[in-house]
């Protein structure tokens, strides 16, 4: 078949435009697709040029096998259309938005919330940190989250609790078992029911329709709502406005390519080409932590905390309106109010002695004032409030040698959620848990 020099060039031509074709790499999902296409019809025009068949023969075997290989995966597709595979569930792929991914819901006025009785079995191997890093991975933690019949992380369906917790990731931590859960803590030192309001990604202004639409149905005497400091304050329009409006809930074309075989097969065939590239910003934000048996571990940051701007102070005034809202609600119902501010990792470990940053950048990372700014704004509120600065106990046991923050991940331990529900408990429990109803 190869009886000349010309054949031999036209192979080579062929072999190298494929070779340069994917030593470009995938920069994105079209990306790919164009490759493949190319690659393809690369390949057919290949095969063209070196078979003896007839050209007629040749077109028959290509539409063959182009309209077979559409029908194969035509029909792959009808079996997610019909809901009997989730090939995002499958494959284990996240969505663009909290409510494409696996166990959430769309939802109207939250923009997404977690299915009803949810159960999720794995192993918490890296941090969202490590992840961005492509570190390797740690020794496998198992969990099994399970969720109620409203779509929170609580083992058993609750019609009433005595506390409510409310807040983002901090309080739900997917990424821990639930007997390692501060809410878990709270209702084995207070001895009473505890209902854990927390999911992951919700803001200030999701959190208040929380705790009207779920919290207050539980008639609690206390509801502890936690505000993280990493992002809460940056998720509110500094406008003072409602909860921006969802995504379109009637869009079901773009929910299925979400969940197609398609769109999740092109999603891991360019993690496969690409492979993980760390994220450069964040491999210059670590330091050295030594616990309390002289062990010394690498701690990585991310949240960039800064002098707050004009647009924060309005951020601020935002959630002063929303918590007051809150508090009017709970007043009303002789419900005990409690802010607790959860700090993120670097204003928890700055300075101390067994803390060591390992770059110039760390060394000079500032840190602003808003513990102070959040509970002056909710004294001159109403001292009916009441706040608790998480930072304090957890700069002790950090201090003391305990690993409060997992070292890849922007998140407490166990042994952080263990410090903040006990910190949050002695609040609780030094003061009557009830407010008189005016």
Avoid at 10 to 37: P, Q
Avoid at 358 to 384: F, Y
Avoid at 411 to 419: I, K, L, N, P, Y
Wanted: charged share 25%.
């Amino acid at each position: 078949m190869l009886k000349d020099n010309a054949t031999w060039l036209t192979l080579a031509i062929f072999v190298c435009g494929s070779t340069v074709l994917w030593l470009t790499g995938v920069t994105s999902t079209g990306h790919l697709v164009d490759d493949l296409v190319a690659g393809y019809l690369l390949m057919w025009g290949l095969y063209a040029f070196l078979s003896n068949l007839p050209r007629k023969e040749i077109r028959a075997r290509f539409v063959l096998m182009t309209l077979s290989g559409i029908a194969v995966l035509g029909t792959a597709e009808l079996l997610g259309v019909v809901g009997v595979l989730n090939y995002q569930t499958l494959f284990g792929s996240h969505g663009r938005e909290w409510f494409d991914r696996s166990g959430y819901v769309r939802d109207p006025e939250l923009g997404y919330r977690r299915e009803a009785h949810y159960r999720e079995r794995g192993s918490f191997v890296r941090g969202n940190i490590g992840e961005a890093l492509c570190l390797p991975a740690n020794p496998p933690e198992p969990f099994d989250l399970r969720y109620d019949h409203r779509g929170f992380r609580n083992d058993t369906d609750m019609d009433r609790a005595d506390v409510v917790v409310i807040g983002d990731s901090y309080v739900e931590s997917p990424m821990l078992p639930g007997a390692s859960l501060l809410t878990t803590e709270l209702s084995h030192r207070l001895q009473t029911s505890v209902a854990n309001l927390g999911i992951s990604g919700y803001g200030p202004e999701q959190e208040l329709v929380v705790l009207k639409r779920y919290a207050l149905g539980l008639h609690p005497k206390t509801i502890v709502w936690v505000f993280f400091e990493g992002n809460d304050l940056y998720q509110l329009d500094p406008e003072d406005q409602e909860l921006a409006e969802s995504p379109d809930v009637g869009a079901a074309h773009d929910e299925y390519w979400m969940r197609s075989l398609t769109r999740n097969l092109l999603l891991r065939s360019r993690t496969a080409l690409r492979g993980c590239v760390p994220h450069p910003d964040y491999l210059r934000l670590r330091g050295t932590f030594q616990d309390a048996e002289g062990k010394e571990t690498v701690l990585y940051f991310w949240e960039r905390l800064a002098p707050l701007k004009p647009t924060d102070r309005l951020r601020l005034d935002r959630l002063r309106s929303i918590l007051a809202e809150a508090y009017d609600v709970s007043r009303q119902r002789g419900i005990r109010l409690v802010v607790a501010f959860a700090p993120v990792k670097h204003r928890v470990h700055q300075g101390l002695e067994n803390f060591e940053p390992l770059t110039e950048e760390m060394r000079e990372w500032p840190l602003n004032d808003l513990p102070n700014e959040v509970e002056a704004m909710l004294s001159a509120l109403t001292p009916e409030i009441e706040f608790i600065d998480l930072t304090l106990p957890l700069r002790e046991a950090a201090a003391r040698g305990g690993l409060t923050y997992l070292p890849d991940d922007t998140h407490w331990t166990a042994e952080g959620q263990r410090v903040a529900g006990e910190a949050i408990h002695h609040l609780l429990a030094g003061r009557p848990t009830r407010l008189a109803k005016q």
